[in-house]
């Protein structure tokens, strides 16, 4: 621990920018903006992109949730056409929502904003590399937009005209939406007329837009450091974006093969996956899975980074078991390449083999309950403070803990057998990737929303959206836990009527969130508008990020800062209701944490 730098002035914010300039005004026009090097201005576009989004999937799924209200078909009185339209929709909900936000929501938009003024940093270390890792994307998600319109215009064509496009030039040009299903299973997505190719080709290019990010993401924390922040001064959220670039850098290029795997059998006709190619199925899967349970470490590591920021500034309490919980993101990142065959109980693989997996799955579960415990132990005697952030924040370990202990039944063998394929998976994947992942992201935009736009928002309507968010999440995924121990399957667009009961309050659940949701973009516009102005350190933290005027200059910082221990949260006193200033009087204790 050191003592308060006396070279760090008293309150940063006293310090005015030249002519009131900023990264948000320090250039002009649309060139300044897409050919950006600022790491914030792209984190803002990020930000843009990975909202527009969720509101898309999130349309999605509002659709699956109107069609599932009743037993029978709701959007179409013909059941083959209700049915092609709900597995087109649930594709594109899984689809989008996975590849487009939850995966790059935090990294791209949150990580790329914090990072490099958390390390004290001008920009990241390969500032172009940057950039080009958001215009992959951008084109990743065309893809994906090209599809959905493809599938728009031939659900157009069934109802207007009664068939299908039956123009073979038009049926190449125009692919037929999205029914595979987000994972892309085989021998289905070998042989069906929808847009699989287009489909990869886009997930394939929001491949290498990770793997940039992650690469990005390791050279500036190896080599932009500024004095005094060694490894186990690191910021946790830091330490969490860094995990997660390892799993970005090793295990996003399975996925690429594969899909590239998948594009030459469905054009070449090389049989690799469809068994009547004479493929194995199960290879695919062994090959997706081997990226995608690593990739739900890349949904969440960067949520647990965001929470234990939370945890500690909004209790005004150093964080308790600093290096376990940054070392547990290590030990998540590395543990989380072996345990892929869980997925895969019913698939036929060899007994020896599932009880391997089962027995590395429940193993994965301590470094994820030593920050669970870390943090309730960092609240216990603090003084906290219930804010926006605060509140999404233990909604994010109500939500977790859920999310993790219902997994338990999915790593057992035994009880996963039934509860395969069924709704108690959805609600389960839900919990751990979807509401975890959204609660973090929610909590790091209000606790960083001064910084980044220099504006507070409506704090006591922000406070009633959380509780109102959080009613709305438990409303729409809980009653399916118990439909999926009762048998009801997932993925199936009409089911037997005594399920209804279920999906009627998922619905009305899904409504709920849906308006909240709604809610927060209005208070965010609002703030930005009519937000009166936000202080330098309006919530009292203590990592670097809070040295630099809201919002930040185009160079972050007029010199590096030195870097002391980020959860001394003694430093600093609250002259004003959003504002905190350096405390000149105090000495930090050499004994505490």
């Known amino acids: 621990m050191s003592t308060l730098n006396p070279s760090i002035p008293v309150h940063p914010a006293a310090e005015p920018q030249p002519h009131g300039t900023n990264y948000l005004n320090h250039t ?14 792209i984190g803002l576009m ?3 992109g990975v909202l527009s989004a969720f509101a898309l999937g999130g349309f999605f799924a509002m659709m699956l949730r109107t069609e599932l209200i009743t037993p029978g078909p709701t959007f179409s009185r013909n059941p083959t056409t209700a049915w092609d339209f709900y597995n087109h929709m649930f594709t594109l909900h899984g689809a989008v929502m996975v590849f487009l936000f939850i995966i790059p929501a935090i990294p791209g938009a949150l990580g790329n904003f914090v990072l490099p003024l958390m390390m004290g940093a001008k920009d990241v270390a390969f500032p172009r590399l940057n950039l080009l890792s958001f215009w992959l994307w951008c084109t990743g998600a065309v893809f994906f937009t090209y599809i959905l319109l493809g599938g728009i215009i031939h659900s157009g064509s069934v109802m207007l005209f009664g068939g299908p496009i039956t123009n073979p030039v038009l049926n190449y040009i125009i692919p037929a939406g999205l029914d595979t299903g987000w994972t ?3 021998p289905y997505s070998t042989t069906t007329s929808s847009g699989v ?6 997930a394939f290019i929001l491949g290498f837009s990770s793997i940039l990010t992650g690469v990005n993401f390791i050279a500036t924390v190896h080599t932009l450091r500024p004095k005094g922040m060694t490894w186990f001064k690191l910021p946790l959220f830091v330490w969490a974006l860094y995990a997660t670039a390892i799993i970005q850098i090793m295990a996003t290029p399975v996925l690429a093969i594969t899909l590239l795997l998948l594009m030459a059998e469905r054009l070449l006709g090389v049989g690799i996956f469809d068994p009547a190619l004479g493929g194995d199925p199960v290879l695919y899967q062994h090959f997706f899975w081997f990226y995608s349970h690593p990739a739900v470490y890349i949904m969440i590591l960067p949520p647990l980074g965001i929470i234990s920021e939370m945890i500690a500034v909004y209790s005004r309490r150093h ?8 070392l547990s993101s290590i030990a998540i990142a590395l543990l989380g390449f072996l345990v892929w065959g869980h997925h895969m109980f019913v698939s036929g693989q060899s007994s020896v083999q599932s009880a391997i997996f089962s027995a590395i799955t429940f193993f994965i579960a301590i470094p994820s309950a030593i920050k669970v415990f ?6 216990y005697g603090g003084s906290i403070r219930l804010l926006t952030p605060m509140l999404y924040a233990l909604g994010f370990i109500g939500l977790f803990t859920i999310g993790g202990l219902t997994g338990l039944p999915l790593a057992a063998i035994s009880t996963d057998v039934h509860l395969s394929d069924t709704y108690f998976v959805i609600a389960h994947f839900h919990y751990v990737a979807v509401g975890s992942t959204l609660f973090a992201f929610l909590a790091g935009m209000y606790h ?8 507070m928002y409506n704090e006591k309507l922000a406070r009633v959206l959380a509780v109102w968010i959080f009613i709305g999440f438990n409303l729409t995924f809980f009653p399916q836990f118990i439909a999926g121990t009762h048998g009801m399957p997932r993925r199936y667009a009409s089911y037997p009527d005594g399920f209804q009961i279920y999906h009627v309050l998922s619905s009305i659940g899904a409504y709920t969130m849906g308006l909240g949701l709604v809610g927060v973009l209005l208070n965010w516009i609002d703030g930005l508008r009519n937000g009166p102005p936000a202080s330098a350190n309006p919530f009292g933290g203590n990592t670097l990020e809070w040295m630099t005027p809201s919002p930040p200059p185009h160079d972050n910082f007029s010199t590096t800062p030195e870097a002391a221990d980020p959860y001394d949260m003694g430093r600093w006193k609250q002259v004003g209701e959003y504002d905190w200033v350096l405390d000149p009087n105090y000495v930090a204790d050499p004994h505490a944490h």
């Open 28 to 41: 002009k026009g649309f060139k300044s903006w897409a050919f950006t090097l600022d790491h914030k201005r």
């Open 46 to 48: 990020y930000l843009v």
């Open 184 to 186: 892309f299973y085989t």
């Open 197 to 202: 190719i287009p489909a990869t080709f886009g």
């Open 319 to 326: 964080i308790f078991g600093y290096k376990f919980i940054a």
């Open 374 to 379: 870390n943090w309730m132990a960092t609240l």
């Open 448 to 455: 960083w929303f001064p910084k980044m736009f220099g504006k």
